[in-house]
């Protein structure tokens, strides 16, 4: 039986978008934990789209597809890039009722399909950061009282700076939104990677803020911040609740 009741185990495609990294194994393995902390049953299942063209699930036997997080520009137009971009549009046309999840890379992927600006940032994003709810997010999340911040590990140096069509904004600044038919959920955070997989990439400190190879002190700080805790496992509850939600009989609303 599911640990949780008479409900199946949940049958989950993930998207790893990230072309040719030494750390492809890993951020599996942290898939594989974070996930597993709440929903020990779900079956997994990796796709490679980036390295191994073709590589896409069959929407028809998996109830969440996850976009996940990728080292490339989504608004290059690479073939592998162009060809995830098909096949997330190719789902919502021919899959209205199936649940997307965009992830990071995939968070600005889906905004950009559906009208979103993407740019690149000034200051990019590294470590477990604070995100704050709107009211929408705040009901999405079922979040009451003055507990109205998120935290999630960020890896980042493009975001998301206008609303795609179509999707209620669940944290301020662009960095979550759920489609108004609630097929379509994103998160610019990652609740799929641990502190020991965030810091894997540690050592973009060096490229993004100036920090020389060689400062442990200034290495340590990013470090801790990869350690701080986060609301990971409550957002990977939540999107398992709401793999279950059926589509409204109302759009627009939340």
């Known amino acids: ?114 009208g979103a600006e993407l740019v690149d940032m000034e200051t990019p994003e590294l470590g477990v950061t604070e995100a704050q709810l709107t009211p929408a997010g705040r009901r999405f999340f079922a979040r009451q009282g003055g507990n109205d911040k998120v935290l999630l590990q960020q890896h980042h140096r493009r975001k998301v700076v206008t609303p795609p069509k179509g999707f209620h904004e669940l944290l301020v600044e662009n960095q979550s939104f759920l489609s108004y038919n609630n097929a379509i959920l994103t998160l610019q955070g990652h609740p799929e990677k641990d502190a020991r997989c965030a810091k894997l990439r540690i050592r973009d400190a060096t490229r993004w803020f100036g920090v020389e190879e060689d400062d442990k002190a200034a290495l340590a700080s990013f470090a801790e911040a990869m350690e701080r805790e986060d609301d990971g496992p409550e957002i990977w509850r939540r999107i398992f609740q709401w793999v279950r939600e059926k589509h409204p009989g109302h759009e627009g609303r939340l």
């Open 1 to 114: 039986m599911s640990p949780t009741g008479d409900q199946p185990p949940p049958r989950v495609a993930i998207l790893l978008n990230s072309y040719r990294s030494p750390f492809i194994s890993e951020i599996r393995d942290s898939y594989v934990r974070c996930i597993g902390a709440v929903r020990p049953d779900a079956q997994l299942a990796f796709f490679y789209p980036a390295d191994k063209p073709g590589d896409f699930p069959d929407p028809a036997a998996f109830d969440l597809i996850v976009i996940g997080g990728g080292n490339a520009d989504p608004r290059k137009k690479h073939p592998w890039i162009l060809r995830v971009h098909q096949f997330i549009l190719d789902v919502v046309a021919n899959h209205p009722r199936k649940k997307l999840c965009g992830i990071c890379w995939g968070h600005q992927t889906i905004s950009m399909l559906f």
